[in-house]
């Protein structure tokens, strides 16, 4: 781990620890200065204060979440939740609209739990900080439910505690920063992070316990009615349900950034309950009381239920705790006031209880090398030795980007999913009792706007131009809709100007089911039966709605969605057999055109090397990876791949190739052309990410270029590097020196992907090496040579590898052949260098070494040469 992450998480672990005590102190003195007459600090202040908190710590969590800090993720996501709950609850509260001690005490529950088994964790891995922290959080919020019974009782208890972490937080976390401020030169005593040793588990999501957290406190909330702990679901208790809702939106954000797409589906759907419940209990606030559609949460059963069935393959343990959902959802559809009901808070009682098992369980296994025995791997181990069916191993090709260059995993499954919740929830009918008297806006808005905007974040992030386009899309649709007909925005106006909205949303879908034609069959038949459901809006828009269209049409649009999200799901974790998407209508080259024609093989086999040699031998013209972007190659004794790779590019004229070597030993039968300062450069350079313009001459013929050699560099000078990279390496052994351009069309940007390869240059190359993303998108440093002979050196671009070390390189060349030759001292000529500002921008400076008519090679990384 190199320094600079080193800083970096200091400083985050420093501004959470920080945020702690911030908040400590300010909980503090809130109880140490509450009498009976009334608080030091007004609840909306204390509210306000606390909400910015929160984000403080929230931001140092999500920063911390990468970095497989599991303990430290879950202290300080679940502190920022229980302050960003009771933040709400004070405004609330001061406001007048709630009551404290019946707001308070469901959520302090159920962070005091969730708090001490952090704390017990803690304790088990000798984190001594995180662990008093915890308990002493939790001890806090068990003393502060005692001080809503009682005043007498528990506030200065409740006081004590946050002094206890006011103190050990502010000499942690300002030694932490002082540490991170001065590069470790000034430790305090006992500050220092331990570094643990890397754990087996193959889990890496940290947020899960955070998840489990947020459940727990739902759970919490919604079974105190039934355990009489208060004596009704008041308004003031939505601050804690809606919390959990957002904090599980992020955790399913993140999860996709851990690459984990059960879990993040998981906590997608749990998202969704939270937002309901918390909704429901708002419209009792203003009088309603909302019932339940049956087909909406019986839906969301069968989804809960494929769902723990495929999380079987993460543990056993995992999939009955879901089945608790599949229950609560089953519940909710037997009984029309849903979330009000015995039974189903009694099903919340039981969740609580799982939820706190499991979030016990799965910190500890996070951070132990014991292991509670969760019955883990246990599918793997079933079908080793089927045929039949055969799990996908977890590979970084599974989800890596497209055309984009974040690492998320794929966000399909619970894109699809929230089709199928928001078509079945617009097909329960409004009725009488108008449109808020049945529970139908949170279930469309929820999963239909914010979760699919979610997803096509995602999508975005990854280059999946078409699905990222349409989750977008139907997630602003399914919003419009919702709170239109259903949030009582809509009432009984029909009229031209809906009708007009509505058809510019037709329109675009459109162009999505045009775009679906070349993507496959299961995109266009779930764009294409959402152009149904646009109809069905239009015609109920203009007063023409036939009987049972719409609810026909959902029906159709949800059974179309639940079908790619099953084939989405199994695909993911099947390698064999596959569920068919069906090919594309329409196939162009570009990203996977050209498959079938052009071998793309991995580029870490010898044997796949070995197989784009010999395409080149036999004048092919290939893509491979590089210690910066990807490029394109051609053997230099093949001089008619030579001039087609030359002609792929567009309008490539006057960009010139350039050559490159595998080692100095391919240019040994002509050294004696070569300016001997200019062959100690090159070898003590390289290997490296520096490219050297030198003069072109007769040591070009050795390579067997023939007439294409005027296609590389240009007629002065050419461009020559020795790469730092294995697989080119390898190659040129196999192959010998190559003529290299930019795998991109003239004028566009670097391509840094191979799956960007298949987009950009289509069936236009022979085969493809493919690594995933490219270490480095910075191009290589361009240093002109051409006036070495006189002891000078230029840069035509400061790249990757620095400046100030060439120079040195060039300045201990130059000693060695200054020995007895006083009057060849190194004086490099500054004024040809580039100035800063044009290094940054790319920008290349012709300078006097170059003639006026002398066009630059391109160097493969960048253009702009």
Same mark, same amino acid.
């Given at each position: 781990m190199d320094m600079a992450q080193v800083d970096s998480e200091s400083l985050h672990f420093s501004v959470g620890i920080l945020a702690i005590s911030g908040g400590s102190l300010l909980l503090l003195v809130k109880d140490y200065g509450q009498t009976a007459d009334g608080d030091l600090i007004p609840n909306t202040a204390l509210g306000v204060l606390l909400l910015i908190i929160t984000a403080l710590l929230a931001y140092s969590g999500v920063q911390r979440s990468l970095s497989h800090s599991p303990l430290y993720v879950s202290l300080s996501l679940t502190i920022s939740a229980l302050w960003c709950g009771s933040g709400l609850v004070h405004i609330l509260v001061g406001q007048g609209v709630a009551e404290i001690r019946n707001a308070l005490v469901p959520g302090l529950a159920a962070f005091t739990l969730a708090l001490l088994s952090i704390g017990t964790v803690g304790v088990f891995r000798k984190e001594v900080v995180l662990s008093v922290i915890a308990f002493a959080i939790s001890l806090a919020c068990a003393h502060q439910i005692a001080g809503l019974y009682s005043l007498t009782f528990g506030q200065g208890a409740t006081a004590a505690n946050y002094l206890l972490v006011c103190f050990i937080g502010a000499y942690f976390g300002c030694g932490r920063l002082l540490s991170c401020i001065t590069k470790g030169h000034v430790q305090l005593p006992g500050t220092k992070l331990q570094r643990k040793g890397e754990l087996t588990s193959v889990e890496q999501n940290d947020l899960t316990p955070v998840g489990l957290a947020m459940n727990l406190l739902s759970a919490s909330v919604l079974a105190c009615r039934l355990l009489s702990v208060v004596p009704e679901l008041s308004a003031g208790l939505v601050s804690w349900l809606w919390t959990a809702g957002v904090f599980q939106l992020a955790v399913c954000l993140l999860s996709y950034r851990a690459m984990d797409t059960l879990m993040a589906t998981f906590y997608g759907f749990t998202a969704v309950l939270k937002f309901a419940e918390g909704y429901s209990l708002l419209l009792g606030h203003f009088g309603y009381v909302p019932y339940s559609p049956v087909p909406f949460p019986t839906v969301f059963a069968v989804l809960f239920f494929v769902l723990a069935l495929f999380s079987i393959q993460k543990s056993i343990a995992d999939c009955l705790y879901q089945l608790f959902y599949v229950a609560y959802c089953i519940s909710i559809a037997a009984q029309p006031r849903g979330f009000f009901q015995g039974g189903t808070q009694g099903v919340q009682a039981a969740i609580f209880v799982a939820s706190a098992i499991m979030m016990l369980v799965t910190l500890h296994?996070?951070?132990?090398?014991?292991?509670?025995? $969760?019955?883990?791997?246990?599918?793997?181990?079933?079908?080793?030795?089927?045929?039949w069916l055969t799990l996908r191993p977890h590979n970084k090709e599974l989800h890596a980007p497209h055309l984009g260059y974040s690492r998320y995993a794929d966000a399909e499954v619970l894109g699809h999913a929230s089709s199928v919740l928001a078509a079945f929830a617009i097909a329960a009918t409004v009725g009488s009792s108008g449109p808020l008297g049945v529970l139908v806006l949170p279930w469309a808005v929820v999963p239909g706007g914010l979760l699919q905007l979610l997803c096509g974040s995602v999508a975005f992030a990854r280059g999946k131009t078409l699905e990222s386009t349409a989750f977008i899309f139907y997630g602003i649709m399914w919003t419009v809709w919702g709170l239109t007909r259903y949030g009582g925005l809509y009432g009984s106006t029909r009229g031209f100007n809906l009708a007009v909205g509505i058809i510019c949303f037709m329109l675009f879908n459109c162009l999505v089911t045009a775009g679906a034609l070349f993507l496959n069959k299961a995109w266009f038949a779930s764009s294409f039966t959402f152009q149904l459901i646009l109809i069905s809006f239009l015609l109920d828009a203009v007063g023409a709605l036939p009987y049972g269209y719409d609810i026909g049409v959902a029906i159709i649009f949800g059974l179309v969605s639940f079908y790619c999200f099953l084939a989405s799901l199994f695909n993911s974790s099947f390698e064999?057999?596959?569920?068919?998407?069906?090919?594309?209508? *329409?196939?162009?080259?570009?990203?996977?055109?050209?498959?079938?024609?052009?071998?793309?093989?991995?580029?870490?086999?010898?044997?796949?090397? &070995?197989? *784009?040699?010999?395409?080149?031998?036999?004048?092919?013209?290939?893509?491979?990876?590089?210690?910066?972007?990807?490029?394109?190659?051609?053997?230099?004794?093949?001089?008619?791949?030579? &001039?087609?790779?030359? =002609? $792929?590019?567009?309008?490539?004229?006057?960009?010139?190739?350039?050559?490159?070597?595998?080692?100095?030993? &391919?240019?040994?039968?002509?050294?004696?052309?070569?300016?001997?300062?200019?062959?100690?450069?090159?070898?003590?350079?390289?290997?490296?990410?520096?490219?050297?313009?030198?003069?072109?001459?007769?040591?070009?013929?050795?390579?067997?270029?023939?007439?294409?050699?005027?296609?590389?560099?240009?007629?002065?000078?050419?461009?020559?590097?020795?790469?730092?990279?294995?697989?080119?390496?390898?190659?040129?052994?196999?192959?010998?020196?190559?003529?290299?351009?930019?795998?991109?069309?003239?004028?566009?940007?670097?391509?840094?992907?191979? =799956?960007?390869?298949?987009?950009?240059?289509?069936?236009?190359? =022979?085969?493809?090496?493919?690594?995933?993303?490219?270490?480095?998108?910075?191009?290589?440093?361009?240093?002109?040579?051409?006036?070495?002979?006189?002891?000078?050196?230029?840069?035509?671009?400061?790249?990757?590898?620095?400046?100030?070390?060439?120079?040195?390189?060039?300045?201990?060349? &130059?000693?060695?052949?200054?020995?007895?030759?006083? =009057?060849?001292s190194f004086q490099p000529d500054l004024s040809e260098h580039i100035e800063e500002g044009q290094h940054e921008t790319g920008t290349v400076t012709q300078q006097e070494t170059v003639s006026q008519n002398e066009q630059i090679p391109e160097n493969e990384e960048d253009e702009s040469l």
């Open positions: 296994n996070k951070v132990s090398s014991w292991r509670v025995p $969760t019955g883990e791997g246990l599918l793997k181990t079933l079908l080793v030795h089927t045929s064999t057999p596959q569920l068919p998407l069906g090919e594309p209508f *329409i196939k162009l080259s570009g990203f996977g055109g050209g498959r079938d024609s052009c071998p793309h093989l991995p580029a870490r086999k010898a044997s796949s090397v &070995q197989q *784009i040699a010999d395409i080149m031998m036999r004048g092919g013209i290939c893509a491979i990876p590089t210690d910066t972007v990807y490029v394109l190659v051609a053997a230099c004794n093949q001089p008619e791949a030579v &001039q087609k790779a030359y =002609n $792929t590019k567009l309008q490539a004229q006057d960009r010139p190739m350039s050559l490159w070597i595998s080692s100095l030993k &391919q240019l040994e039968p002509s050294r004696h052309l070569i300016n001997p300062v200019l062959w100690d450069f090159m070898e003590a350079a390289w290997p490296s990410s520096i490219s050297m313009v030198i003069p072109r001459g007769p040591w070009m013929d050795i390579f067997g270029l023939g007439d294409s050699a005027k296609y590389i560099g240009t007629p002065q000078s050419i461009a020559i590097r020795n790469p730092d990279c294995a697989v080119a390496t390898h190659l040129m052994d196999l192959v010998g020196p190559i003529a290299v351009t930019s795998a991109n069309p003239t004028g566009e940007a670097d391509t840094t992907h191979h =799956n960007q390869v298949y987009a950009k240059l289509g069936e236009k190359v =022979n085969g493809v090496l493919c690594d995933g993303p490219s270490p480095e998108n910075i191009a290589s440093t361009v240093v002109d040579c051409t006036k070495i002979e006189s002891g000078k050196i230029g840069f035509f671009r400061v790249g990757v590898f620095p400046k100030s070390k060439v120079l040195q390189i060039f300045e201990e060349v &130059q000693k060695r052949h200054s020995v007895g030759q006083d =009057n060849l």
